[in-house]
């Protein structure tokens, strides 16, 4: 086990922890934001892992994630945006925090890997997790002007 699969499994364990806990517990706000966060926490792990095993498989599937997670956060808040019109989640801490901890993945595994198409791949990958997280949040917890919540 090196440094890397070391970083990934306490990504990935504390964060699919507590989307795990949100998922299963609570209202339907807290399962919600805690299905979109466990998306958005997954890619930096699969990144972690890519590094760590050197297998450059794991990227095309954190990024295969990092197009359809906020998709499906998308379609839910479409779903379900009578039930969640009344009482709207608001998730602003967990939603940075996991913003954060995917743009600080990126930008240290940018580092160690250098100019390239690879780096170009996880610039790709750390923009669609941060911008897709954040625009899925967004819609979850007060929409957009303009758009028919129901």
């Known amino acids: ?67 359809l997670g906020p998709v499906g956060t998308l379609v839910f808040a479409r779903l379900l945006a009578g039930e969640l019109a009344d009482d709207p989640p608001s998730a602003r801490a967990p939603t940075w925090t996991v913003a954060a901890v995917g743009a600080a993945v990126v930008l240290v595994l940018c580092a160690v890997t250098g100019p390239g198409r690879a780096m170009v791949k996880l610039l790709v990958v750390g923009a669609l997790v941060v911008g897709g997280n954040l625009i899925a949040s967004r819609a979850l917890s007060h929409g957009f002007a303009g758009v028919d919540r129901g």
């Open 1 to 67: 086990m090196n440094g890397w699969i070391l970083a990934a499994a306490v990504v990935i364990a504390a964060g699919l922890g507590t989307s795990l806990w949100g998922v299963s517990t609570g209202p339907l706000k807290r399962r919600v934001v805690a299905q979109n966060l466990s998306n958005a926490i997954v890619c930096p792990g699969l990144l972690l892992l890519a590094q760590g095993y050197g297998r450059t498989s794991y990227v095309d599937l954190a990024l295969v994630l990092a197009l």
